[in-house]
């Protein structure tokens, strides 16, 4: 697993006063705060995308036994599903892609 | 990334979220590997409904075969024919369903908990000398036995490989 490590940015690393250190950490946090509004605004965008009608009826093989998407809700109005990457014959899901 | 998700079912249940997992794999197969992580959020099988394909994240052997697989939202080389992906729906009181947003590949970034916490350290992600960013990544019961394939595709299962 060492192999996997590297110093990557540690190595000859600057080290400053705290006065140097603090102003370095504000600049910073000015392009985190930036980057935060941006991702609110994202996410509203992301919020106002069109929805698709879901036409299909899907059956899924659960804990339960067969249940329809519309099932998989289990009484809440938003349901979020991950695609595991697992397919049948496979001795287990895989945990990373190689994208 | 999935290690993440039990912790966070609670919090979402009280914002009307349902979070659910979801493979092609057979469900014996799913409850197996299921037990064997420790993970209790819902697991359900889209083997033999269209889902997985019809949110194009499974392809078939010829596409994966011609380097041409539908994948997040455009056409993609892919090394198995089961890629990552969320999706997420709405259902109004009526019963109807909607599709309203899905996500893949660094689209899913922000669900891998681990990421969150590296972003904040000195080495960060630290992935720039590995063949695949995410290539670092095991079952969280795998990373002190050194079980990895080859450098360029650990811990892939056997029929995935193949297929690639």
């Known amino acids: 697993m060492a192999t996997q490590l590297t110093s990557a940015g ?22 985190e705060k ?6 609110d605004e994202l996410s509203r965008q992301r919020r106002e995308l069109p929805w698709e009608k879901v036409e299909k009826r899907y059956v899924f093989d659960g804990p339960n036994g067969k249940e329809t998407l519309a099932d998989l ?15 049948p014959g496979w001795d287990e899901g895989v945990p990373a892609a190689r994208l | ?40 959020f819902k697991w359900v099988s889209s083997f033999g409904n269209g889902f997985n394909r019809d949110y194009h994240v499974s392809f078939t052997k010829e596409e994966v075969a011609k380097g041409k697989v539908p994948y997040n939202y455009d056409t993609v080389g ?13 259902k109004n009181a009526g019963g109807e369903v909607f599709h309203t947003y899905s996500t893949y590949a660094r689209g899913l970034d922000i669900l ?25 990544i095991r079952h969280h019961d795998r990373y002190t036995d050194g079980k990895l394939a080859d450098k360029d595709r650990p811990y892939w299962p056997a029929v995935a490989a193949s297929a690639s």
């Open chain 2, 78 to 90: 892919f090394g198995t024919e089961e890629g990552p992906g969320a999706s997420v729906f709405y």
């Open chain 1, 10 to 31: 540690i190595q000859g690393h600057d080290v400053v006063s705290p006065n140097e250190w603090i102003a370095s950490r504000k600049e910073l946090l000015r392009k």
């Open chain 1, 73 to 87: 809700f289990d009484g809440k109005s938003q349901l979020i599903v991950y695609h595991f990457m697992f397919g």
């Open chain 1, 34 to 39: 930036e980057f935060t509004k941006l991702r």
């Open chain 2, 1 to 40: 990334m999935t290690d993440h998700f039990d912790g966070s079912l609670v919090h979402l249940a009280n914002r009307d979220v349902t979070l659910v997992v979801v493979s092609r794999a057979l469900r014996t197969q799913i409850e197996a590997f299921k037990k064997r992580m420790g993970w209790h």
């Open chain 2, 112 to 136: 891998v908990g681990a990421y969150n916490f590296l972003d904040l350290a000195p080495k960060g992600r630290d992935e720039d000398g590995l063949p695949f960013t995410m290539a670092w």
